[in-house]
T-cell receptor
Framework: LAKTTQPISMDSYEGQEVNITCSHNNIATNDYITWYQQFPSQGPRFIIQGYKTKVTNEVASLFIPADRKSSTLSLPRVSLSDTAVYYCLVEAGYGGATNKLIFGTGTLLAVQP | ETGVTQTPRHLVMGMTNKKSLKCEQHLGHNAMYWYKQSAKKPLELMFVYSLEERVENNSVPSRFSPECPNSSHLFLHLHTLQPEDSALYLC?????????????FGSGTRLTVV
């Protein structure tokens, strides 16, 4: 499993755009990059997934450079409710039990008013 | 609701008690997982079930006993736990062998061992 590295914490203010970068130097050819969000005392929630270039959904954008050794989660105009831990993971593209998601410490995003 | 339901949400048990955590998924997935999350620690993978068969046990103490009677249900049976077992226990499911859209987690059971 590719190891990921991301900042332990980040601070932001309401209305700002937040970019969280994750390094995954040993990513394999069939690996996807997935980001999860976790609020206190809740399970992680899938945010976005991508393989290369850019992916956008109603919540966030994911930027992946050509070498795929890093990725950046972009949250537009954050609000207080976006305060959470954000995890970057690398998952094999075929999914399922063989993936065995291994979580790191994630990035604690604190949004201030 | 995420499609993965865990009960109970909160549980307080003594060290000599026997209790069970229940997880049910309504997503048609064929793989299910138990994770443990202690305070200020990363999620730890405990058990993996694929097609109702246990495929991994991450060196979990025998006082935790999983059961997967069918692809929709997963249990974690608890007995003679220790205070350090107090944590948030999370269940997740996924679909093996298809385009990957990640795991779906339940809301967890907050366990306190006294």
């Amino acid at each position: 499993l590719a190891k990921t590295t991301q900042p332990i914490s980040m601070d932001s203010y309401e209305g700002q755009e937040v970019n969280i970068t994750c390094s995954h130097n040993n990513i394999a050819t069939n690996d996807y990059i997935t980001w999860y969000q976790q609020f206190p005392s809740q399970g992680p929630r899938f945010i976005i997934q991508g393989y290369k270039t850019k992916v956008t959904n109603e919540v966030a954008s994911l930027f992946i450079p050509a070498d795929r050794k890093s990725s950046t989660l972009s949250l537009p105009r954050v609000s207080l409710s976006d305060t959470a831990v954000y995890y970057c993971l690398v998952e094999a593209g075929y999914g399922g039990a063989t993936n065995k998601l291994i979580f790191g410490t994630g990035t604690l995003l604190a949004v201030q008013p | 609701e995420t499609g993965v339901t865990q009960t109970p949400r909160h549980l307080v048990m003594g060290m000599t008690n026997k209790k069970s955590l229940k997880c049910e998924q309504h997503l048609g997935h064929n793989a299910m997982y138990w994770y443990k999350q202690s305070a200020k620690k990363p999620l730890e993978l405990m058990f993996v079930y694929s097609l109702e068969e246990r495929v991994e046990n991450n060196s979990v103490p025998s006082r935790f006993s999983p059961e997967c009677p069918n692809s929709s249900h997963l249990f974690l049976h608890l007995h003679t736990l220790q205070p350090e077992d107090s944590a948030l226990y999370l269940c997740a499911s996924s679909q093996e062998g298809t385009a990957n859209y990640g795991y779906t987690f339940g809301s967890g059971t907050r366990l306190t061992v006294v």
